[in-house]
């Protein structure tokens, strides 16, 4: 079991930065490859980056960064330049199944924190 807490969303002006946290509890939580997500109203669930238990990054777009530290059960999602469309709720999950799969899926992964809102005002 890994029960995964995200935090640090809040209010941001345009075209500032944000770094949102995702606290992970559980002995497995070095073993997660970890996936953020993001949902806005009324819209699918989108993928923004992943990382995998070693540490090797993938991102959407060079607005975001990501990044853990595995012997604080931490992961990181830095963004800048933010706008209104990056307006939604953020959710970090992880994944511990074996094997290949696309880490852009949202339904590839095993375990989800509650998400943390995030808004970027005009």
């Known amino acids: 079991q890994v029960r995964l807490v995200e935090s640090g969303g809040r209010l941001v002006q345009a075209g500032g930065s944000l770094t949102l946290s995702c606290g992970a509890s559980?002995?497995?939580?070095?073993?997660?490859?970890i996936g953020w997500f993001r949902q806005a109203p009324e819209k699918e669930r989108e993928f923004v980056a992943h990382?995998?238990?070693?540490g090797v990054p993938e991102v959407v777009g060079g607005r975001f960064t990501i990044s853990r530290e595995n012997a604080k059960n931490m992961v990181y999602l830095r963004m800048k330049d933010l706008t209104p469309e990056d307006t939604a709720v953020y959710y970090c999950?992880?994944?511990?199944?074996?094997?290949?799969?696309?880490?852009?899926?949202?339904?590839?992964?095993?375990?989800w924190g509650q998400g943390t809102q995030v808004t970027g005002s005009s």
């Open positions: 999950a992880c994944r511990l199944r074996s094997g290949g799969y696309r880490f852009t899926d949202h339904f590839e992964y095993d375990y």
């Open positions: 559980g002995p497995y939580f070095s073993h997660c490859d």
């Open positions: 990382i995998t238990s070693e």
